[in-house]
């Protein structure tokens, strides 16, 4: 365990409104000035592992097949949802889920780049905040009769809009609402599993990293959002953490701290700009995994409704 590392505490209302008056900075300017210095965002649930591990990925709360579990009832349904969550565990979570221990820490070139990492929204990660976020849209849709009707409607519509005589009707589902009450049961102890990081939230935390040329094998070049490390960092390797209290929404980016990931990358002294070039001359190319949308791939439950395609009439 890193003890006594050094830690600086805000109110994020107070970090808002340095912002605003030109002062984006939330650690010291020796840390912040360090292009070698990366920044990890995560929630005060976690806050206690890091400190004794050091940063290393785990096993996830929620698995492979979790994910599939829950986007199979959205495509069973033949709904996408409202809130995006939905797309956010077949485009992410199944699009770019590595095996089981291949999965990387992520990292942001700024602290507020990763600060909306760490709110109690995203407690556990992006992949168990969406899982919260399609239950609750199902129980929502199995509550409310004008989610439903809003639903059929969708529905009657993009069959008229792409008919084509040539090809099989679109789907038209009219959900049994017994088969989504049976769903939502299944999925009773995920749902337990995703809400205990949310609850255990007590405060953003924000760890500061320096990185060694010796630390890029370890890092995924198809990471997507932010720098995937898939190695292991131990406590010493914590330089410091921020905790940031308050409940706030997806804070507001200071345009001179978003602006710090461009310079980074064109300045040739830094750790993106290096990364970069070593990633290149390794002539790695490609996606590390395929990007799914509609239904990631998974196989449907015909049982989830009746098809009434056919019963629609074509105007």
């Not at 009707?149 to 809009?161: A, G, I, N, S, Y």
């Not at 406590?235 to 461009?262: Q, T």
Request: hydrophobic share 35%; net charge neutral.
């Amino acid at each position: 365990m890193r003890k006594n590392i050094p830690t600086f505490e805000f109110h994020f209302e107070e970090l808002r409104d340095s912002a605003a008056k030109g002062d984006t900075l939330i650690f010291p300017e020796k840390y912040e000035a360090d292009k070698w210095v990366q920044y990890h965002g995560t929630s005060s649930a976690f806050e206690r592992s890091i400190d004794c591990e050091g940063l290393k990925w785990k096993p996830a709360i929620a698995s492979r097949k979790d994910i599939e579990d829950v986007v199979r009832v959205f495509g069973s349904m033949n709904w996408r949802g409202k809130s995006g969550y939905r797309s956010d565990l077949t485009v992410y979570s199944l699009g770019r889920h590595c095996a089981e221990n291949e999965n990387g820490v992520y990292f942001s070139e700024t602290p507020w780049r990763c600060l909306g990492y760490a709110r109690r929204v995203s407690a556990g990660g992006e992949t168990v905040c969406a899982i919260r976020g399609c239950i609750k849209e199902l129980q929502t849709y199995l509550n409310r009769k004008s989610v439903r009707d809003d639903h059929m409607e969708f529905q009657v519509d993009q069959l008229r809009k792409n008919f084509d005589a040539r090809y099989p009707r679109e789907r038209v589902i009219e959900v049994d609402l017994g088969w989504l009450r049976n769903q939502l049961a299944a999925l009773k102890s995920l749902k337990e599993r995703c809400r205990k990081p949310y609850v255990s939230h007590r405060h953003a935390v924000i760890y500061a990293v320096k990185f060694a040329p010796d630390d890029f094998e370890y890092f995924d070049p198809h990471g997507g959002s932010g720098e995937s490390f898939l190695g292991a960092l131990d406590p010493g390797r914590l330089c410091a953490k921020a905790r940031v209290f308050g409940d706030f929404d997806e804070p507001s980016i200071p345009m001179a701290a978003s602006a710090e990931c461009d310079v980074q990358r064109c300045d040739s002294s830094s750790f993106l700009y290096q990364l970069s070039k070593y990633q290149k001359s390794r002539d790695q190319s490609g996606q590390s995994g395929k990007e799914f949308y509609d239904w990631g791939g998974v196989e449907l439950d015909p049982t989830a409704g009746r098809d009434i395609s056919a019963e629609i009439e074509i105007v």
